[in-house]
């Protein structure tokens, strides 16, 4: 029995430092004992911002970190386009292959008059930019309630790591308690929700890359429609 004790006992530390060790609770005072002394000292405290990447967050990609063509003074005349506002759509697409949006680009700039190419090609621009930062809006919000959600629940979670020190405790203390399968019930329960969580969490940084890869995206295009511009 008390072996059984003390090897949930340490199962529970070691969860508590698995969801601590990404940064999302400290560790309680009662574990300190029980947590290796630098695991306690790489572990930092629960981070309540609401963008969770590394890199700043950027709400808007602007023209001119990826244009240096004409200026876009219209952001609105491409809906009256149907050949932009369905080329636009297929550019952002990022199932779409590099090599193929390049040759649609170039389908669509050698059916322009020459007088109105630059004209229309800079609105195909502005058409891919607006749909670009509406795509890595949705994305990007779809990110902070993902991290919302796991701040709230790695609460949840020390709540429960709280609740189960007790039970421990006076499992060793009284083995006739009668504790012995509630508290192994409530450990496995944790076990799995620390599980849970961690499969979750290592979802963040995957989404995070997300947005880069948008950004990426609308530099080639832009780079592509210039590339098919007379001036």
Not at 196 to 203: D, G, I, V
Request: contains cysteine; charged residues 30%.
């Amino acid at each position: 029995m008390i072996r059984s004790s003390v090897s949930r006992r340490i199962g529970w530390a070691a969860g508590v430092a698995a969801l601590a060790s990404i940064g999302f609770v400290s560790i309680p005072s009662f574990a300190q004992e029980t947590i290796p002394q630098d695991t306690q000292n790489a572990v930092p405290e629960l981070k309540k911002d609401e963008w969770p990447c590394v890199y700043r967050k950027v709400p808007v990609l602007s023209a001119a970190t990826i244009w240096d063509g004409p200026e876009i003074k219209d952001t609105t005349s491409w809906h009256n386009d149907d050949a932009i506002r369905k080329l636009s759509q297929y550019l952002i697409s990022r199932r779409v292959k590099m090599e193929d949006a390049e040759a649609a680009i170039k389908k669509f700039a050698a059916g322009l008059p020459d007088d109105k190419r630059d004209a229309k090609l800079t609105e195909l621009f502005s058409a891919v930019l607006t749909r670009t930062n509406e795509d890595r809006k949705t994305v990007m919000n779809g990110i902070e309630k993902m991290h919302k959600q796991q701040v709230i629940r790695s609460e949840e979670i020390k709540k429960e790591a709280l609740a189960l020190q007790p039970e421990e405790q006076a499992e060793a203390e009284n083995p006739e308690a009668g504790v012995a399968g509630k508290g192994s019930d409530a450990q496995e329960k944790y076990k799995w929700e620390i599980r849970a969580f961690q499969e979750k969490q290592a979802n963040i940084p995957l989404a995070c890359e997300i947005p880069q890869l948008i950004d990426a995206r609308a530099g080639d295009i832009a780079r592509a429609i210039r590339a098919e511009m007379k001036n």
